[in-house]
């Protein structure tokens, strides 16, 4: 059976550096922190007391209110990043088969303030069950990719992938093979988090995983610098429209990138550290180049994981080093979520989308708050500190990880 050809024909962002996609741009491209004092609740008592919150957003600009009165926040960052991309396609909605058009979303957690409020509302009552009936609509994570259904008519697969923070990542791949196995024509897929609460702070901070340089917020997510301590917790969302390559050629769609493939592994090695040799990380990029049918050599940049953990960071890069050889001394490497923050489940399409837009630009956003070599890491990696970088890019490497050791790893191309 001969695969379809995918391609990427419309962009939408919300993110802690900017609320669409020209802003997200813009901020990336001038290394712009997003890390700043939460100010979602009173985080005076948490050990860390900043995250990469979104800024100056009202849900009602874009969607109706009663959609937000009956929506987390989650859900309603996936309606807007998915209202931006679809206008930005260019999609008649009218004259499309929308049988034929999916939705697959990335979660890692969803409703998590929704279900805090409901539990510390009855915790703090008289003990009487008196629970919202949007409750658990609201809280689950399935709920996004159904409301963009539901708001637009979309009757093709609809569902979400939950793989920690390889959540929408997963969801990319999963669209990518809908439309190339003839499913689809068309999947509306990326992935949205809000986890910017007290459950959420508190959690990862009993898990020693987040930054705590609350002296100096916006320099405290620094990925692959001898001084990282933990990630920077982030909110917001990405979403992508995917076309079948045909179906966006004969209505003329503007075209971003072809989306050549995919890779998917395992660390099997532990419920939250990476494999101190990276090796599921070795293995997911490796699928990925094999199912995009090209060579290692090919490709001129990465987007890591990089999350400005001690560990994983160290892993991730001796992965590519043992998977691209000699040519990881000509690959722009970079992490994004030095500016950005760790969006969870959102990472892998806010990321995916930055990977594109280095494609449309030829640059590469840079890596910022690095000032102190590591010297676990190879001094050979051009890492693309500080300040971005010109460069010809015509293939693009997007990598993600989640808890549980969940690897995903997309590829993107520049059409000639």
């Given at each position: 059976?001969?695969?379809?050809?995918?391609?990427?024909?419309?962009?939408?962002?919300?993110?802690?550096?900017?609320?669409?996609?020209?802003?997200?741009?813009?901020?990336?491209?001038?290394?712009?922190?997003?890390?700043?004092?939460?100010?979602?609740?009173?985080?005076?008592?948490?050990?860390?007391?900043?995250?990469?919150?979104?800024?100056?957003?009202?849900?009602?600009?874009?969607?109706?209110?009663?959609?937000?009165?009956?929506?987390?926040?989650?859900?309603?960052?996936?309606?807007?990043?998915?209202?931006?991309?679809?206008?930005?396609?260019?999609?008649?909605?009218?004259?499309?088969?929308?049988?034929?058009?999916?939705?697959?979303?990335?979660?890692?957690?969803?409703?998590?303030?929704?279900?805090?409020?409901?539990?510390?509302?009855?915790?703090?009552?008289?003990?009487?069950?008196?629970?919202?009936?949007?409750?658990?609509?609201?809280?689950?994570?399935?709920?996004?990719?159904?409301?963009?259904?539901?708001?637009?008519?979309?009757?093709?697969?609809?569902?979400?992938t939950v793989s920690a923070c390889?959540?929408?990542?997963?969801?990319?791949?999963?669209?990518?093979?809908?439309?190339?196995?003839?499913?689809?024509?068309?999947?509306?897929?990326?992935?949205?988090?809000?986890?910017?609460?007290?459950?959420?702070?508190?959690?990862?901070?009993?898990?020693?995983?987040?930054?705590?340089?609350?002296?100096?917020?916006?320099?405290?997510?620094?990925?692959?610098?001898?001084?990282?301590?933990?990630?920077?917790?982030?909110?917001?969302?990405?979403?992508?429209?995917?076309?079948?390559?045909?179906?966006?050629?004969?209505?003329?769609?503007?075209?971003?990138?072809?989306?050549?493939g995919g890779g998917l592994s395992?660390?099997?090695?532990?419920?939250?550290?990476?494999?101190?040799?990276?090796?599921?990380?070795?293995?997911?990029?490796?699928?990925?180049?094999?199912?995009?049918?090209?060579?290692?050599?090919?490709?001129?940049?990465?987007?890591?994981?990089?999350?400005?953990?001690?560990?994983?960071?160290?892993?991730?890069?001796?992965?590519?080093?043992?998977?691209?050889?000699?040519?990881?001394?000509?690959?722009?490497?970079?992490?994004?979520?030095?500016?950005?923050?760790?969006?969870?489940?959102?990472?892998?399409?806010?990321?995916?989308?930055?990977?594109?837009?280095?494609?449309?630009?030829?640059?590469?956003?840079?890596?910022?708050?690095?000032?102190?070599?590591?010297?676990?890491?190879?001094?050979?990696?051009?890492?693309?500190?500080?300040?971005?970088?010109?460069?010809?890019?015509?293939?693009?490497?997007?990598?993600?990880?989640?808890?549980?050791?969940?690897?995903?790893?997309?590829?993107?191309?520049?059409?000639?």
């Amino acid at each position: 059976m001969k695969l379809k050809r995918v391609v990427v024909t419309g962009l939408g962002a919300l993110t802690p550096i900017g609320n669409n996609i020209e802003e997200y741009w813009k901020g990336l491209k001038n290394g712009v922190s997003g890390a700043a004092p939460i100010t979602n609740f009173d985080a005076s008592k948490f050990k860390t007391q900043f995250a990469c919150e979104i800024k100056n957003f009202n849900a009602t600009d874009f969607i109706d209110r009663k959609e937000v009165r009956r929506a987390d926040k989650f859900a309603i960052y996936a309606l807007v990043t998915a209202q931006e991309a679809l206008e930005d396609s260019k999609l008649d909605l009218e004259k499309i088969n929308k049988k034929r058009v999916g939705v697959i979303w990335g979660a890692g957690i969803g409703g998590l303030e929704t279900f805090q409020q409901e539990v510390m509302n009855f915790a703090n009552g008289d003990g009487t069950p008196r629970f919202n009936p949007f409750f658990i609509p609201k809280m689950i994570a399935d709920i996004a990719p159904g409301l963009i259904s539901i708001k637009y008519g979309f009757m093709g697969p609809n569902y979400t992938t939950v793989s920690a923070c390889a959540s929408s990542a997963n969801a990319i791949f999963d669209a990518l093979n809908s439309i190339r196995l003839g499913y689809t024509d068309i999947v509306i897929t990326g992935g949205s988090e809000a986890a910017v609460t007290e459950a959420g702070m508190g959690g990862f901070n009993a898990m020693h995983a987040m930054s705590t340089r609350n002296d100096d917020p916006k320099s405290a997510s620094r990925p692959f610098d001898a001084n990282r301590d933990g990630f920077v917790l982030g909110e917001g969302a990405g979403a992508l429209v995917l076309e079948e390559y045909e179906h966006a050629v004969a209505r003329g769609a503007t075209i971003y990138a072809e989306v050549l493939g995919g890779g998917l592994s395992s660390d099997a090695h532990h419920m939250t550290a990476p494999h101190p040799e990276g090796d599921g990380v070795v293995a997911v990029m490796e699928n990925c180049l094999e199912n995009a049918g090209i060579q290692p050599q090919e490709v001129d940049a990465i987007n890591t994981h990089g999350t400005s953990t001690p560990l994983g960071d160290v892993a991730e890069l001796k992965a590519i080093r043992k998977v691209f050889g000699d040519h990881a001394k000509n690959i722009n490497i970079n992490s994004t979520k030095s500016m950005t923050g760790h969006l969870l489940g959102a990472a892998g399409a806010i990321e995916a989308i930055a990977s594109i837009l280095s494609l449309k630009y030829n640059l590469v956003p840079p890596t910022i708050n690095h000032s102190a070599v590591d010297e676990n890491i190879d001094p050979e990696l051009n890492l693309t500190l500080n300040t971005a970088q010109k460069r010809e890019v015509n293939v693009v490497m997007s990598n993600t990880f989640g808890f549980g050791g969940h690897n995903a790893c997309i590829v993107f191309k520049k059409l000639a």
